[in-house]
C-alpha cells in the first residue's frame, strides 16, 4: 500500500465539490489597516469557489498581527511623539 492518504474535504456548501487546497490572498483588518496576506494556505471548492481557510494559518496570523495575543492588555500603550521635520530654514547669520 503505497498510496498518498489524501483525505478529500467534502464542501459544506454544495455537497458535490471537494475542497482543493490553494494558495490565496488573505485579507483582514488589523484595526484601520487592511493587511493582505499572499499565498495564504486555503481551501477552494473546485464546484462553487467556496474558501475554507487554514485553521492554523489564521491562528499563526492572529498572533503575527496581534503581539499582545495571550498576554493581559496593557492598561495604557505609549505613543511616542512624532519627530518635528526639520524646517531648513535657518536665521541667516549676522555678518559684520
Ligand atoms: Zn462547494
Known amino acids: 500500500m503505497d498510496t498518498i492518504n489524501e483525505d478529500?474535504?467534502?464542501c459544506v456548501e454544495c455537497h458535490a465539490g471537494v475542497l482543493q487546497p490553494?494558495?490565496?490572498t488573505y485579507f483582514t483588518?488589523?484595526?484601520r489597516?487592511?493587511?493582505t496576506v499572499p499565498h495564504f494556505p486555503a481551501w477552494?471548492?473546485?464546484v462553487c469557489g467556496r474558501r475554507e481557510y487554514d485553521e492554523r494559518a489564521i491562528q499563526w496570523l492572529?498572533?503575527?498581527l496581534d503581539p499582545n495575543a495571550g498576554k493581559p492588555t496593557p492598561s495604557n500603550r505609549r505613543t511616542p511623539p512624532h519627530p518635528r521635520p526639520q524646517t531648513g530654514?535657518?536665521?541667516p547669520m549676522?555678518?559684520?
Open 44 to 46: 477552494v471548492c473546485d
Open 22 to 24: 490553494r494558495r490565496v
Open 8 to 10: 478529500p474535504i467534502p
Open 33 to 35: 489597516e487592511l493587511i
Open 94 to 96: 549676522p555678518e559684520s
Open 29 to 31: 483588518w488589523l484595526g
Open 62 to 64: 492572529n498572533i503575527l
Open 89 to 91: 530654514i535657518h536665521p
